[in-house]
């Protein structure tokens, strides 16, 4: 077995079924691949749901809610893959991807873990897609706002390594978890993710402990995209307060040393964060209020195009809509190709079957200036999704 892709999952299923649906392709371009979900004792109906529609996929049903390393490693454990990949569900991989870890992989044995070029829904590189190990000095600076200021700064911007050139292979310290792709060897040196991280956090010791192993880490220009915790509210106090608590393991775990100097940063961190988010909420509550109204551009064949002008018309009839029938042979530049003011349009709408992924995220990215942001719709799936919701 060559490849064995792990993705938990918790109450996502349709960002889940799409992340499938482009993972099955991608793995077809990857002889001896294997996918195994695990899912959190989801309330949707994720596995009933998913199971009949991928009947190639290993599907693990836990009765309770195991947080994500402790059920990212009962899928490794069960893996018979050479690479182990650890995939979000709220991600959309290219037909090309794994064959570029794997061919990298292989010709790079030093390599430990690699990550990839995540795109935000609007085209937009995630900084998060390479970072520097967190320690002590380097979080002072995030939390402080000096990487914001000097995010370029080897010294001063050593958290996200915005001094390294996106478009080219580089040795980074730190894999996001979003989209980890980790030889198996290295992972049996290191050892499995730590399940004392419930949430957040054990990403960033295991990136550690695989560089502690020997190995090095390596960030891959090959784009994926992902939708940052579709499953999760970002701005939550309850997400501010376990991401930094994760922070604090961290350094307790492998800083210890540093733990009275750090222990009271870190505390004034989460409530300063804390009130942040409760601002915050405020006024996302407002923005509920006037609840979002997509205005598309939709690409795509006749039958796909038509069904979504039945959705649209039914759900968003007020927005600005624009429909233009093409595929990728026919219409290879997509929504580039027409004549279109884009500042009439924040939502651009992807017929799956017409288009590839890669050339979906192809186009996303050569139109990360526009402000649009990413949806898609399958004649098979009937389902519209964006970041922000899915309709059918």
């Avoid at 002072?140 to 996106?166: A, I, W």
Wanted: glycine residues 8%; charged residues 20%; contains cysteine.
């Amino acid at each position: 077995m060559k490849l064995s892709v792990v993705i938990v999952n918790y109450n996502v299923k349709y960002y889940l079924e799409q992340c499938l649906r482009s993972a099955c392709k991608a793995a077809c371009n990857v002889p001896g691949t294997e996918i195994i979900v695990v899912d959190n004792d989801s309330s949707d109906g994720s596995v009933g749901y998913l199971e009949e529609r991928f009947p190639n996929v290993v599907f693990v049903a836990s009765s309770k809610n195991l947080g994500f390393a402790r059920a990212n490693n009962l899928a490794i454990k069960q893996s018979k893959g050479e690479y182990v990949l650890l995939l979000n569900p709220d991600t959309i991989v290219a037909e090309s991807t794994f064959v570029d870890f794997v061919e990298f992989m292989d010709s790079h044995p030093d390599a430990g873990a690699a990550g990839a070029y995540m795109l935000h829904a609007d085209g937009t590189f995630a900084p998060e897609s390479r970072r520097g190990l967190p320690t002590p000095f380097v979080a002072f600076c995030k939390m402080s706002g000096l990487t914001s200021l000097f995010p370029k700064s080897h010294v001063f911007g050593r958290y996200y390594m915005q001094y390294l050139d996106k478009n080219e292979v580089n040795r980074i310290e730190i894999i996001s978890g979003a989209f980890m792709f980790l030889r198996g060897s290295a992972l049996e040196k290191a050892g499995l993710l730590d399940e004392d991280f419930f949430m957040y956090g054990e990403d960033i010791d295991l990136s550690y402990r695989i560089l502690k192993s020997g190995y090095k880490n390596y960030f891959l220009p090959s784009s994926i995209l992902h939708y940052k915790g579709e499953s999760t509210n970002k701005s939550s106090y309850r997400y501010t307060h376990t991401f930094y608590r994760a922070m604090q393991l961290f350094f307790k775990k492998h800083f210890s040393h540093y733990s009275i100097l750090v222990s009271l940063p870190i505390s004034l961190a989460i409530w300063g964060r804390a009130v942040f988010a409760y601002l915050g909420n405020l006024f996302r509550h407002r923005k509920v209020l006037n609840r979002f109204q997509p205005n598309c551009i939709v690409v795509g064949r006749a039958g796909a195009v038509g069904e979504m002008r039945e959705i649209l018309a039914g759900r968003y009839d007020k927005g600005n809509h624009i429909f233009i029938e093409g595929d990728e042979a026919t219409l290879p530049m997509g929504h580039l190709s027409a004549d279109i003011d884009f500042a009439k349009y924040n939502t651009v709408v992807y017929d799956t079957d017409a288009y590839s992924y890669e050339a979906i995220l192809k186009l996303l990215k050569e139109s990360a200036d526009k402000g649009l942001r990413l949806g898609t719709y399958s004649v098979e799936t009937k389902k519209f999704i964006t970041d922000s919701f899915v309709c059918e």
